[in-house]
């Protein structure tokens, strides 16, 4: 807290409203529906901005695409862009009410869980530009097919100026909206250049994100900025930590799923330079009935990887060297396996919690 904040007790956070006072909270908030609540005020707070939103949704790349266009508009805009993974009833409301009067442009992120619950989001922030990354089996759980993925992603070109869709997914090929190409794609120098436009980052995976991001930017009216564009992602997505030994660690704890997971597997294989691989892997959550297919095609995937753990029951299906059921047990597994020198991935979906796996191994 800082003087002159709201205080919005949401969940347990009615524990500290005393704390919040004493801090200078210039008001204090118990709300009967915290999403209810979070919404108005997102509603009122959106009432006041000038600037031209953009909302990013999709199954898989839409925080990294964030983080790109917003590093692709910081040298040119007054721009805010969500923090982190902040795309839900409570993150998109929290992201408006960080636009100030002399914000250019304000970069949101929209996640989902079942149908409408994009409509809603969007009906809060109202933005000019929405953006669809891709179409994939995530959520399965509760929307039962990939074509019910789609059709709640596209509820966000309901409301947009202008929409902006993958032109090589069939699934929304019928919607009114521009169409991002695959990218043209090279390295340069220890970076990747995208469409022409040179980027700090190396991962191969992020090239279809800078595409996208780079017809966000192009719908907003802005130029590409001279290169190299520094882009700081979002923490553990695929952030790189030397470890011992000349050892790499590739942090991207975040979430897992089918496509991201194979993406992050073909990123340690060329990131890792001659060095021994090894994977920890967690669970891939809401895949419903056809969770153990995936897994074991992401198994499948992983065969040439030197060491891989599972973690989880649903990671038996990598048919791993090692398994652990939890994270806290899968930091003595990695401890014990991993050498020094080695490149090592770990991903699993936010449930898992692998990021204490990585913070283990860096220390």
């Known amino acids: 807290m800082r003087p002159g904040d709201l205080f919005v007790a949401v969940g347990g956070g009615v524990a500290y409203l005393d704390d919040a006072r004493a801090n200078g909270?210039?008001?204090?908030?118990?709300?009967?529906?915290?999403?209810?609540?979070?919404?108005?005020i997102g509603r009122a707070a959106r009432?006041?901005?000038?600037?031209?939103?953009?909302?990013i949704t999709g199954s898989v790349g839409k925080t990294s695409?964030?983080?790109?266009?917003?590093?692709?508009?910081?040298?040119?805009?007054?721009?805010?862009?969500?923090?982190?993974?902040?795309?839900?009833?409570?993150?998109?409301?929290?992201?408006?009410?960080r636009v100030e009067a002399d914000t250019d442009v304000v970069v949101t992120e929209m996640g989902m869980r079942g149908p409408g619950q994009i409509r809603a989001l969007a009906e809060i922030a109202r933005p000019h530009v929405g953006l669809i990354t891709a179409i994939a089996p995530v959520h399965l759980e509760l929307l039962g097919s990939i074509e019910n993925i789609a059709r709640a992603k596209a509820e966000l070109l309901e409301f947009v100026e202008i929409g902006i869709v993958?032109?090589?997914?069939?699934?929304?090929?019928?919607?009114?909206?521009?169409?991002?190409?695959?990218?043209?794609?090279?390295?340069?120098?220890g970076h990747l250049v995208v469409n022409s436009v040179e980027f700090s980052f190396t991962a191969r995976h992020q090239a279809a994100n800078a595409a996208a991001a780079l017809a966000a930017l192009d719908a907003l009216g802005y130029p590409p900025p001279p290169g190299p564009v520094e882009v700081e992602f979002s923490r553990w997505r695929s952030q790189e930590v030397a470890?011992?030994?000349?050892?790499?660690?590739?942090?991207?704890?975040?979430?897992?799923?089918?496509?991201?997971?194979?993406?992050?597997?073909?990123?340690?294989?060329?990131?890792?330079?001659?060095?021994?691989?090894?994977?920890?892997?967690?669970?891939?959550?809401?895949?419903?009935?056809?969770?153990?297919?995936?897994?074991?095609?992401?198994?499948?995937?992983?065969?040439?990887?030197?060491?891989?753990?599972?973690?989880?029951?649903?990671?038996?299906?990598?048919?791993?060297?090692?398994?652990?059921?939890?994270?806290?047990?899968?930091?003595?597994?990695?401890?014990?396996?991993?050498?020094?020198?080695?490149?090592?991935?770990?991903?699993?979906?936010?449930?898992?919690g692998l990021e204490i796996v990585a913070e283990a191994l860096t220390q």
């Open 25 to 40: 909270a210039v008001a204090t908030l118990v709300p009967d529906d915290d999403f209810a609540a979070m919404a108005a």
């Open 47 to 55: 009432e006041r901005i000038t600037a031209r939103v953009v909302a």
């Open 65 to 97: 695409t964030k983080d790109i266009l917003t590093a692709l508009l910081r040298p040119q805009a007054n721009v805010v862009g969500a923090e982190d993974g902040y795309n839900n009833e409570l993150g998109v409301p929290l992201t408006l009410c």
């Open 166 to 189: 993958p032109a090589n997914e069939p699934l929304l090929a019928h919607y009114e909206a521009r169409r991002f190409e695959a990218p043209a794609v090279e390295a340069r120098n």
């Open 243 to 352: 470890l011992p030994g000349g050892g790499l660690l590739i942090n991207d704890a975040w979430n897992a799923n089918p496509v991201a997971m194979r993406a992050a597997l073909a990123h340690l294989e060329e990131r890792a330079a001659g060095r021994r691989t090894v994977a920890i892997l967690g669970d891939m959550a809401e895949l419903g009935p056809d969770a153990p297919a995936y897994h074991e095609e992401i198994g499948r995937t992983a065969g040439t990887v030197a060491i891989v753990i599972g973690v989880g029951e649903l990671a038996r299906g990598y048919d791993p060297d090692a398994w652990a059921p939890t994270a806290v047990e899968a930091v003595e597994l990695a401890r014990e396996l991993v050498r020094p020198g080695d490149a090592v991935l770990v991903k699993g979906s936010r449930s898992v």
